[in-house]
Protein backbone atom coordinates (compact mmCIF):
# COMPACT_ATOMS: atom_id res chain seq x y z
CA UNK A 1 0.00 0.00 0.00
CA UNK A 2 1.28 3.50 -0.96
CA UNK A 3 2.11 5.62 2.32
CA UNK A 4 3.69 8.77 3.43
CA UNK A 5 4.30 9.40 7.14
CA UNK A 6 4.96 12.82 8.53
CA UNK A 7 7.10 13.71 11.45
CA UNK A 8 6.45 15.78 13.82
CA UNK A 9 2.82 15.58 13.24
CA UNK A 10 3.35 19.47 14.78
CA UNK A 11 6.32 21.63 15.97
CA UNK A 12 6.35 24.82 17.43
CA UNK A 13 9.59 26.85 17.43
CA UNK A 14 10.49 30.59 18.51
CA UNK A 15 11.33 33.07 15.26
CA UNK A 16 14.85 32.53 14.05
CA UNK A 17 15.29 29.44 14.64
CA UNK A 18 15.62 26.43 11.69
CA UNK A 19 13.94 23.48 11.69
CA UNK A 20 13.44 20.05 9.95
CA UNK A 21 10.36 17.81 9.04
CA UNK A 22 10.57 14.61 7.75
CA UNK A 23 8.79 12.90 5.44
CA UNK A 24 9.17 8.80 4.96
CA UNK A 25 7.70 7.36 2.03
CA UNK A 26 6.44 3.64 0.40
CA UNK A 27 5.18 4.98 -2.85
CA UNK A 28 6.46 2.57 -5.79
CA UNK A 29 7.67 3.09 -8.20
CA UNK A 30 8.50 6.15 -7.28
CA UNK A 31 8.23 9.62 -9.88
CA UNK A 32 8.93 12.81 -7.66
CA UNK A 33 8.53 14.14 -4.14
CA UNK A 34 6.52 17.14 -3.19
CA UNK A 35 6.27 19.73 -0.65
CA UNK A 36 3.96 21.74 -0.15
CA UNK A 37 2.83 24.80 2.06
CA UNK A 38 -0.75 25.32 3.83
CA UNK A 39 -1.75 28.04 5.35
CA UNK A 40 -4.48 28.23 7.26
CA UNK A 41 -8.09 28.34 5.75
CA UNK A 42 -6.13 28.50 2.75
CA UNK A 43 -4.92 25.64 -0.44
CA UNK A 44 -1.37 24.14 -0.77
CA UNK A 45 0.90 26.09 -2.33
CA UNK A 46 4.17 24.44 -3.77
CA UNK A 47 7.62 24.57 -2.64
CA UNK A 48 9.60 21.82 -4.16
CA UNK A 49 9.24 19.47 -6.26
CA UNK A 50 12.44 16.79 -6.86
CA UNK A 51 12.27 13.92 -9.29
CA UNK A 52 14.58 10.93 -8.54
CA UNK A 53 17.96 11.95 -9.79
CA UNK A 54 17.84 15.27 -7.69
CA UNK A 55 18.80 14.71 -3.72
CA UNK A 56 18.48 18.78 -3.06
CA UNK A 57 16.71 21.40 -3.76
CA UNK A 58 15.96 25.13 -2.39
CA UNK A 59 13.16 27.05 -2.83
CA UNK A 60 14.41 30.89 -0.77
CA UNK A 61 14.96 29.61 2.78
CA UNK A 62 13.49 25.83 2.22
CA UNK A 63 15.27 23.35 1.26
CA UNK A 64 14.49 19.75 0.38
CA UNK A 65 16.49 16.94 0.66
CA UNK A 66 15.62 13.56 -0.96
CA UNK A 67 17.46 9.60 -0.34
CA UNK A 68 15.52 7.54 -2.87
CA UNK A 69 17.33 4.71 -1.55
CA UNK A 70 15.94 5.05 1.70
CA UNK A 71 12.74 6.58 1.05
CA UNK A 72 13.22 9.89 2.98
CA UNK A 73 12.94 13.61 2.29
CA UNK A 74 13.05 16.42 4.76
CA UNK A 75 12.32 20.01 4.25
CA UNK A 76 14.93 22.62 6.19
CA UNK A 77 13.70 26.10 7.17
CA UNK A 78 16.22 28.08 7.79
CA UNK A 79 15.99 31.65 10.13
CA UNK A 80 12.06 31.10 10.39
CA UNK A 81 9.50 33.63 10.78
CA UNK A 82 6.30 34.19 11.42
CA UNK A 83 4.80 34.11 8.22
CA UNK A 84 6.12 30.33 7.85
CA UNK A 85 3.61 29.07 10.79
CA UNK A 86 1.32 26.55 8.43
CA UNK A 87 0.84 23.06 7.46
CA UNK A 88 3.36 21.35 5.07
CA UNK A 89 2.17 18.43 3.36
CA UNK A 90 5.01 16.07 1.57
CA UNK A 91 3.33 14.42 -1.44
CA UNK A 92 4.88 11.84 -3.42
CA UNK A 93 3.81 10.92 -7.04
CA UNK A 94 4.33 7.44 -8.71
CA UNK A 95 2.37 4.00 -7.88
CA UNK A 96 0.40 4.02 -10.66
CA UNK A 97 0.11 7.28 -11.70
CA UNK A 98 -1.30 9.06 -8.43
CA UNK A 99 -0.56 11.28 -5.96
CA UNK A 100 0.14 10.10 -2.45
CA UNK A 101 -0.39 13.06 0.42
CA UNK A 102 0.96 12.83 3.90
CA UNK A 103 -0.96 13.90 6.65
CA UNK A 104 1.13 17.22 7.00
CA UNK A 105 3.85 18.58 9.85
CA UNK A 106 1.69 21.58 11.31
CA UNK A 107 4.21 24.01 12.35
CA UNK A 108 4.16 27.33 14.69
CA UNK A 109 6.72 29.80 14.77
CA UNK A 110 6.43 32.26 18.06
CA UNK A 111 8.33 35.34 18.94
CA UNK B 1 -4.25 35.95 -13.44
CA UNK B 2 -6.47 34.92 -10.67
CA UNK B 3 -4.85 31.46 -11.10
CA UNK B 4 -7.79 28.72 -9.46
CA UNK B 5 -10.53 30.24 -8.39
CA UNK B 6 -13.64 28.31 -6.09
CA UNK B 7 -16.69 29.11 -5.03
CA UNK B 8 -18.38 29.41 -2.93
CA UNK B 9 -15.76 29.79 0.19
CA UNK B 10 -18.54 28.62 2.98
CA UNK B 11 -21.60 26.50 2.32
CA UNK B 12 -23.99 24.74 5.18
CA UNK B 13 -26.62 22.15 3.73
CA UNK B 14 -29.44 20.02 5.07
CA UNK B 15 -29.03 15.91 4.45
CA UNK B 16 -30.32 15.33 1.16
CA UNK B 17 -29.90 18.48 -0.47
CA UNK B 18 -28.23 19.00 -3.60
CA UNK B 19 -25.53 21.83 -4.65
CA UNK B 20 -22.44 22.46 -7.35
CA UNK B 21 -19.18 23.73 -6.09
CA UNK B 22 -18.16 26.32 -8.42
CA UNK B 23 -14.23 25.86 -9.85
CA UNK B 24 -12.58 27.70 -12.36
CA UNK B 25 -8.95 28.51 -13.76
CA UNK B 26 -7.46 30.85 -16.19
CA UNK B 27 -3.87 29.63 -16.88
CA UNK B 28 -5.26 27.11 -19.62
CA UNK B 29 -4.20 24.06 -17.92
CA UNK B 30 -5.90 20.65 -19.63
CA UNK B 31 -5.73 19.10 -15.79
CA UNK B 32 -8.09 19.90 -13.14
CA UNK B 33 -8.85 17.77 -10.18
CA UNK B 34 -11.14 17.71 -6.78
CA UNK B 35 -10.14 16.72 -3.66
CA UNK B 36 -11.53 16.26 -0.23
CA UNK B 37 -9.52 17.32 2.92
CA UNK B 38 -10.47 15.77 6.15
CA UNK B 39 -8.76 16.68 9.68
CA UNK B 40 -6.29 13.91 10.44
CA UNK B 41 -6.04 12.60 6.47
CA UNK B 42 -4.26 13.53 4.04
CA UNK B 43 -5.94 15.18 0.37
CA UNK B 44 -7.88 12.64 -1.25
CA UNK B 45 -8.80 12.64 -4.84
CA UNK B 46 -12.75 12.92 -6.20
CA UNK B 47 -12.69 13.53 -9.61
CA UNK B 48 -10.03 14.72 -12.09
CA UNK B 49 -10.44 15.82 -15.83
CA UNK B 50 -7.69 15.75 -18.87
CA UNK B 51 -8.98 18.09 -21.14
CA UNK B 52 -12.46 19.27 -21.92
CA UNK B 53 -14.97 16.38 -22.10
CA UNK B 54 -12.84 13.82 -20.21
CA UNK B 55 -13.45 12.92 -16.90
CA UNK B 56 -12.64 10.00 -14.87
CA UNK B 57 -13.29 9.16 -10.74
CA UNK B 58 -10.54 9.04 -8.18
CA UNK B 59 -10.10 7.55 -4.83
CA UNK B 60 -13.44 8.91 -3.00
CA UNK B 61 -16.15 9.30 -6.29
CA UNK B 62 -19.37 7.92 -4.32
CA UNK B 63 -22.04 10.79 -4.05
CA UNK B 64 -20.29 13.54 -6.33
CA UNK B 65 -20.64 13.87 -10.38
CA UNK B 66 -18.24 16.46 -12.44
CA UNK B 67 -18.22 17.28 -16.02
CA UNK B 68 -15.54 19.52 -17.85
CA UNK B 69 -17.45 21.30 -20.68
CA UNK B 70 -14.42 23.47 -21.32
CA UNK B 71 -11.20 24.20 -20.64
CA UNK B 72 -11.27 26.54 -17.46
CA UNK B 73 -14.07 25.29 -15.41
CA UNK B 74 -14.86 22.44 -13.68
CA UNK B 75 -17.84 21.98 -11.35
CA UNK B 76 -18.32 19.65 -8.60
CA UNK B 77 -21.98 18.12 -7.72
CA UNK B 78 -23.48 16.70 -4.76
CA UNK B 79 -26.36 14.78 -5.72
CA UNK B 80 -27.82 13.95 -2.19
CA UNK B 81 -26.04 15.56 0.78
CA UNK B 82 -24.53 13.75 3.50
CA UNK B 83 -23.09 13.80 7.03
CA UNK B 84 -19.78 12.17 5.96
CA UNK B 85 -19.51 14.80 2.94
CA UNK B 86 -18.39 17.39 5.71
CA UNK B 87 -14.96 18.34 4.72
CA UNK B 88 -12.69 20.72 3.03
CA UNK B 89 -13.00 20.77 -0.71
CA UNK B 90 -9.78 22.06 -2.68
CA UNK B 91 -9.90 22.47 -6.70
CA UNK B 92 -6.73 22.10 -8.57
CA UNK B 93 -5.45 22.19 -12.12
CA UNK B 94 -1.87 21.40 -13.80
CA UNK B 95 -0.17 22.15 -17.13
CA UNK B 96 0.36 18.09 -16.82
CA UNK B 97 -2.14 15.55 -15.31
CA UNK B 98 0.61 12.54 -15.54
CA UNK B 99 2.13 12.27 -11.77
CA UNK B 100 5.27 11.60 -13.27
CA UNK B 101 5.33 15.20 -14.37
CA UNK B 102 7.22 17.62 -12.58
CA UNK B 103 4.25 20.83 -13.36
CA UNK B 104 3.39 22.76 -10.53
CA UNK B 105 -0.20 22.06 -9.72
CA UNK B 106 -2.29 24.91 -8.56
CA UNK B 107 -4.63 24.80 -5.53
CA UNK B 108 -8.23 27.03 -5.04
CA UNK B 109 -8.64 28.88 -1.84
CA UNK B 110 -11.02 26.01 -0.89
CA UNK B 111 -15.12 25.41 0.30
CA UNK B 112 -15.56 24.26 3.16
CA UNK B 113 -19.12 22.60 3.23
CA UNK B 114 -20.99 21.73 6.50
CA UNK B 115 -23.58 19.19 6.22
CA UNK B 116 -26.33 18.78 8.69
Known amino acids: KNQVEQSPQSLIILEGKNCTLQ??????????LRWYKQDTGRGPVSLTIMTFSENTKSNGRYTATLDADTKQSSLHITASQLSDSASYIC??????????FGTGTQLKVEL | NAGVTQTPKFQVLKTGQSMTLQCAQD?????MSWYRQDPGMGLRLIHY???????DQGEVPNGYNVSRSTTEDFPLRLLSAAPSQTSVYFC???????????????FGPGTRLTVL
Open chain 2, 92 to 106: ASSYSGTAASTDTQY
Open chain 1, 91 to 100: VVAGGGNKLT
Open chain 2, 49 to 55: SVGAGIT
Open chain 2, 27 to 31: MNHEY
Open chain 1, 23 to 32: CNYTVSPFSN
